[in-house]
């Protein structure tokens, strides 16, 4: 006798607004009236404030009085210790993270897909580097069409799942930001026949990163690694950044304590 399937439960509506609500701050929205809210959510207003005052009543959301704006609370910091997410990963990471931006002088990063996006699970910066800019922090999730790490991640995707991706929308923070999905899969195919990925310019303007995958003992994806500062502080040896060697012994190196454990 063949054991019978549960039927899925069923969702809750409110936990899902709020969700929602919580999903619509980032690092470009840190701040946002509740107009802005409303937009964003496609939440009646009525429903928006009744969400917020709830969520505010937990710490979840902060009100600022004198703008008449909403942000995070500490509430949601607190969740933080909580999550397991990408732990193991990231303490194994961590050595070769800090080698590399001590050794190259620039802001190392640690990337991993993320149901259609990049995620950054950690982010080491050079004691050296000192530019005012907006760096990806741990938890942002950037579009895969730009910057190294996010790039090499596109490359190393199933067919299918970047094609997905590439059917999806995607972020033009500058104006040398690659949108069309041809030259998006055209550049794929070169990132994996060479291992690496510079993208110039894509994400902030005067800035670039340098990006290559991790792979696990079968040669799958699991992460990319990369470094990103100014774009002139790319030295360019024989057509290729100088950092490349490092960049790759570093992805080189997580994969191999993977592989140990």
């Known amino acids: 006798m063949t054991e019978k399937t549960a039927s899925p439960l069923s969702k809750v509506r409110a936990v899902e607004r709020a969700m929602t609500i ?26 928006t404030r009744r969400l917020l005052h709830t969520l505010a009543g937990g710490d979840f959301i902060e009100f600022d009085d004198a703008t008449k ?20 990963l990231r303490a194994i990471a961590a050595p ?21 996006s990049a995620l950054c699970l950690d982010r080491v910066n050079s004691p050296d580097l000192h530019i005012h800019t907006r760096w990806s922090g741990i938890g942002t999730r950037v579009s895969l ?23 999806g929308p995607l972020e033009r923070p500058t104006e040398l930001s690659t ?15 060479r291992g690496w990925e510079f993208a110039v310019n894509d994400f902030t303007l005067g800035m670039s990163g340098l990006g290559a995958p991790i792979l696990d003992h079968k ?8 470094i990103a ?28 304590s993977l592989r140990r454990d």
């Open 229 to 256: 500062t100014l774009t002139p502080q790319f030295a360019m040896s024989n057509g290729q950044p100088e950092h490349l060697p490092l960049v790759l012994k570093a992805a080189a190196e997580i994969g191999a």
């Open 179 to 193: 949108v069309d999905p041809v030259a998006l899969e055209s550049a794929a195919a070169d990132i994996r026949q």
């Open 219 to 226: 040669g799958d994806l699991v992460a990319s690694v990369s």
């Open 145 to 167: 069409n730009h910057s190294g790490g996010p790039r090499v991640l596109l490359a190393y995707l199933s067919a299918e799942e970047r094609a997905k991706v590439l059917n």
């Open 69 to 88: 704006t909403y942000a995070l609370g500490p509430g949601v910091l607190l969740l933080m210790p909580g999550v397991q997410y990408g732990n193991d």
């Open 22 to 47: 919580l999903r619509a701050f980032g690092p470009n929205t840190l701040r946002l009236s509740l107009a802005e809210l409303t937009r964003l959510t496609e939440l009646d207003k009525a429903t």
């Open 96 to 116: 070769a993270l800090t080698r590399l931006a001590e050794k190259t002088g620039a802001t190392a990063f640690l990337w991993t897909y993320f149901d259609g």
